[in-house]
């Protein structure tokens, strides 16, 4: 079952825009993790945040995470076209691993 | 950079055939996952190994099995394939447990008509 839920589905923006994504979990977790895919491909991990990082940065990307709040958030700056792919967190939970159902990014060059 | 193969990248099979999508990973990791994806289902866990011969059934194991005989290759077997097993199958590997992220396979699209 499902674990982590992205907010939303589907986002759409122009070329230069940010671009944030949401995802609210259940239960207590060790880390969370996001992920990439281009489609009809595997999945590339991108960030991994511990339960006791509030935030974490990765070139363009940033993420944050509240366990107050059991929700995470993806953050990609100044977007490019080639970052149009599905985005999924993960949430890892004493070695239980379950991912969204993603979020599909399109950006409009 | 773990390299994870996955044996097909498009199979087309006909409905009761055996099925065997092949996966194998070069870093020595310890665990090994088989999902399938369908739209607006997400990733869904069918299984797993955290070893060689051993397996642990994930969340829909119904309608397959695995086979982790040597700790590099990790194999998912449809013993008879239904079209409800048309799907997208990514196999994954970790090298341990916790805190740790997973490394995916390309994916293979399977379709059972």
């Known amino acids: 079952s499902q674990q982590g839920e992205e907010d939303p589905q589907a986002l759409s923006i122009q070329e230069g825009e940010n671009a944030t994504m949401n995802c609210s979990y259940k239960?207590?977790?060790?880390?969370l993790q996001w992920y990439r895919q281009n489609s009809g491909r595997g999945l590339v991990h991108l960030i991994l945040?511990?339960?006791?990082?509030r935030e974490k940065h990765s070139g363009r990307l940033r993420v944050t995470l509240d366990t107050s709040k059991k929700s995470s958030s993806l953050l990609i700056t100044a977007s490019r076209a080639a970052d149009t792919a599905s985005y999924f967190c993960?949430?890892?939970?004493?070695?239980?691993?379950?991912f969204g159902a993603g979020t599909r990014l399109t950006v409009k060059p | 950079d773990v390299k994870v193969t996955q044996s097909s990248r498009y199979l087309v099979k006909r409905t009761g055939e055996k099925v065997f999508l092949e996966c194998v990973q070069d870093?020595?990791?310890?665990?090994m996952f088989w999902y399938r994806q369908d739209p607006g289902l997400g990733l869904r866990l069918i299984y797993f190994s955290y070893d060689v011969k051993m397996k642990e059934k994930g969340d829909i194991p119904e309608g397959y099995s695995v086979s982790r005989e040597k700790k590099e290759r990790f194999s998912l077997i449809l013993e008879s394939a239904s079209t409800n097993q048309t799907s997208m199958y990514l196999c994954?590997?970790?090298?341990?447990?916790?805190?740790?992220?997973?490394?995916f396979g390309p994916g293979t699209r399977l379709t059972v008509t």
């Open positions: 993960a949430t890892d939970a004493n070695n239980d691993m379950r």
């Open positions: 945040i511990r339960s006791n990082e």
């Open positions: 994954a590997s970790r090298l341990g447990l916790g805190g740790e992220w997973q490394y």
């Open positions: 239960t207590s977790i060790n880390n």
């Open positions: 870093m020595d990791h310890e665990n």
